[in-house]
């Protein structure tokens, strides 16, 4: 069992930066697939960036590629998500994923591909 705890998130206006980081346990999660999502109030959730377990590989959605940066240090079994130029389009609970994958390059884009999800950290943009 793999258990993620996310924090990091917070309010902010417009423009600002924030990290989040999701802290793994139970498992080293050196070789697990990993993502973040999003889910805004009334929305799916959406995929936002994952990341394979060597971190040489990654995927970002649409809306937040050139802005946001995914990437994770297995020594420390945490995973982080750099997030610049927000907007309030990026309002949102931000839930951290994983899933135990055979290779070191694979990268899961879909909800239904995890296997563990933490709890979820709000971000809120102001205008």
């Known amino acids: 069992q793999v258990q993620l705890v996310e924090s990091g998130g917070g309010l902010v206006q417009a423009g600002d930066s924030l990290r989040l980081s999701c802290a793994a346990s139970g498992r080293t999660i050196s070789n697990y697939a990993m993502s973040w999502f999003r889910q805004a109030p009334g929305k799916e959730r959406e995929f936002v960036a994952a990341?394979?377990?060597?971190?040489?590989?990654?995927s970002y959605g649409d809306s937040v590629k050139g802005r946001f940066t995914i990437s994770r240090d297995n020594a420390k079994n945490t995973m982080y998500l750099q997030m610049n130029s927000l907007k309030p389009e990026d309002t949102a609970v931000y839930y951290c994923?994983?899933?135990?994958?055979?290779?070191?390059?694979?990268?899961?884009?879909?909800?239904?591909?995890?296997?563990?999800w933490g709890q979820g950290t709000s971000v809120t943009v102001s205008s």
């Open positions: 990341i394979s377990w060597s971190g040489g590989d990654t």
């Open positions: 994923a994983a899933v135990r994958t055979l290779s070191v390059r694979t990268v899961m884009v879909r909800t239904q591909d995890y296997d563990y």
